[in-house]
């Protein structure tokens, strides 16, 4: 007996983010959009627990007890005081400490997998409750679609999104510490006046109307010259996208993974070629959004 969960990654189309809390962390107004590259989380009982990875970053992915796969199964074991003794596998396909949210994608994954296998049936608001403990990106890892995170990105309200939206995606040769990006985050804007993070109105509206030029115009990351400062060449990956016909090109979170948006799926197919030919990252990946949110598959 085991059970699989299929969990999207993100792209941030708007990060506000707010001046360190006395905490470390930041007040966010954070608009998520799921996109269609997926992990995959299967549990099955084991004599203890135990995390298995594979795909082509497999090797970077931690395969102790900080993967927050194994944190999830931890927590809910201890919740029901149930044995958390099951193997998790990972098939991972979104790029480690890319600014996807992969890691919080596996612990959503093996949330919903291990609820599933023990029959626990916590409610929804259970889940989202132990997936804001796990991580700020968890709870939207579980829910999906689109939707816009307040306080630290947890609290989440549903967006309305009127059509879908094509994207390709640059990732780069190595990972970007998150913490690290808010650190620099924090040192280039010392001294100076932060404002309080806010939605904008014509971003959600672009969602709403399914709009790809009003979603080019509106969108806007302020972790980008953080993202830019510790990983400059970024900077060449995004003159190449938009060389290549992108609509607009922006950091993803925390980065280093770098998003594209196309105005449909053939432009999309030559930003990607452009992309490929530049030398500028290490490999393209064309999705679009949104994706569902975590589903158990089999
Ligand atoms: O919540 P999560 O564990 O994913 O956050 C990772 C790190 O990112 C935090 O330790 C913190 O340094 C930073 N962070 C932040 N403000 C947020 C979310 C994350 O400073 N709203």
Aim: with cysteine; charged share 20%; aromatic share 4%.
């Amino acid at each position: 007996m085991s059970v699989t969960v299929r969990v999207p990654a993100k792209v941030n189309v708007q990060l506000a983010v707010g001046a360190a809390r006395p905490d470390g962390f930041h007040d966010l107004a954070n608009v998520f959009l799921a996109v269609g590259l997926y992990d995959e989380v299967t549990v099955t009982p084991a004599d203890e627990l135990r995390i298995t990875c594979e795909g082509p970053d497999a090797h970077q992915v931690p395969l102790d007890r900080t993967n927050l796969a194994a944190r999830a199964a931890l927590v809910l074991a201890d919740r029901y005081g149930l044995d958390p003794a099951v193997h998790l596998h990972i098939a991972k396909d979104i790029p480690v400490a890319g600014g996807m949210a992969g890691g919080s994608a596996d612990g959503a994954g093996a949330l919903l997998a291990c609820d599933a296998l023990w029959g626990t049936h916590a409610s929804r608001e259970e889940l989202l409750d132990i997936c804001a403990e796990l991580g700020s990106d968890v709870p939207f890892s579980l829910v999906g679609g689109a939707a816009l995170g307040t306080g630290r990105g947890e609290k989440l309200r549903t967006l309305d999104v009127g059509g879908t939206f094509h994207w390709v995606f640059a990732m780069a040769d190595r990972g970007l510490s998150t913490p690290a990006v808010f650190r620099e985050f924090d040192r280039l804007g010392e001294g100076t006046d932060i404002p309080e993070p806010v939605a904008s109105e014509p971003l959600l509206d672009a969602l709403a109307k399914g709009d790809p030029d009003a979603l080019a115009a509106a969108v806007s990351n302020d972790l980008q010259p953080a993202a830019l400062s510790l990983f400059p060449q970024l900077a060449d990956t995004l003159a190449a996208g938009r060389a290549a016909g992108a609509m607009t090109g922006l950091v993803s979170g925390s980065g280093p993974t770098t998003a594209f948006l196309a105005r449909d799926a053939e432009s999309a197919e030559k930003v990607a070629a452009g992309l490929r030919a530049s030398g500028t990252c290490r490999d393209v990946r064309r999705t679009s959004g949104p994706a569902p949110g975590a589903t158990v598959i089999g």
